[in-house]
């Protein structure tokens, strides 16, 4: 017998549950899909908590549906929702995950932000996890919010998700982050310090790129960790983290400043050293001005240029392409300085700059560098005055400054 047209919010809302957003019915004569289906189950109850949070599940980012003729966004059901059913939690949590940083939507008389939903998702329901781990990753490091009749800070957060779940790895590695390398917290009652938490998110996932970078951050010279029961040195994590994502600049970045000049690590099936590290850094992102630095600083006479992309760069290019990212990359700006000859100038940005133009601009930027000054020193002629931000030097106060900053 041939589908009759539903009559009910109950009817609808069965069609609806039956369909993918994609897909559509047809119904004497006439095709609705998922979407439509539960706009006619709201216009036969428009206070019906569920239908409004699935209408919304439903709906794209930039996707609208009209019910009763109010154009509706996605954030819009979900404000709904939690308007005509206050105690729903997955209402809450999806008007949380919707609205954007900083913004606000009202519920009723009230304007609520996203960590204003997750809180109250947790209040109502104390023992999931995800809203607790919603609201950590919402708050500031010393921010606190009121859940219930308890006042709550982001790590607080963090310890309540995986107490409720200690399956929840991303909850894991957010609790590592926001605690000092020296600290510990309780988690059911067992001390948990900053390495347990990366190391019980790794357990719980082998390839969670962030836990494995802040593990290998974390470690300090020959120091290990064992995930898995498997020890783990400070560059054996960063080559990890690679494995899980290769597409990181900073990984690449950390891994090349763990090697020898003439050491290799293998991510995956290859084997990398410090200047391959350095030129994946910078292909990954080429406005990354730390990798560039570090990549010309690596290159020596034996190799002395890089392939990046389709380009070859040699040590000073490197530098320029550094201080074109980032100007006020003082170890470039010196580097740059050491490669050129007291006569030369090299062009950074359409601007002319000598020798000595490249170590006063380093200073600028770190006064405090006993090395740069010693440079300054050494390029400038007997005669010569520069100025370091507003002050002026000559070049034996140059030669103090350099003493100065070793003493410190």
Known sequence: MADTTPRSCEGWFRVAASLSPTESKEIEGKSYTQKDCYVNALECDHKNTNVWINLGVCLSQNETA???????TKKGC?????????????????????????????????????????????????RNPKPWNNLGVELKSNETIQVGSETKGKKDCYVRAVECNPEL???????????????????????????????????RNGTFFTAWNNLGVLLEGDITAKVNGKPYTKKQCFAKALEGNANSAIGWNNL????????????????????????????VDDEYSAAWSNLGAALSETVTSAKVGDKQFDKRACYIKALECDDQNDHAWNNLGNSVSPEEKVVVSGQDFTQVACYVKALEVDDTSSLTWDNLSIAMNDKDVVTVNGEEFTKDQCIEKGKDADDE
């Open 169 to 203: 790895f991303n909850a894991w590695c957010n609790l590592g982050m926001e605690m000092r390398p020296d600290g510990a917290v309780k988690v059911n009652d067992e001390n948990i310090t900053k390495k347990d938490c990366f190391i019980k998110a790794l357990e």
């Open 256 to 283: 090349g400043a763990e090697l020898e000049d003439d050491e290799t690590v293998a991510v995956g099936d290859r084997e990398y050293t410090a200047i391959d590290c350095y030129a994946k850094a910078a292909e």
């Open 78 to 126: 979900y404000a709904r929702a939690v308007t005509f059913g206050e105690k729903s939690v997955p209402g809450w949590i999806n008007l949380g995950n919707s609205l954007g940083a900083g913004e606000m939507i009202k519920v009723g008389d009230t304007e609520v932000a996203k960590k204003n939903c997750f809180a109250k998702a947790c209040e109502l329901d104390p």
């Open 66 to 72: 009209t019910v009763n003729g109010e154009e509706l």
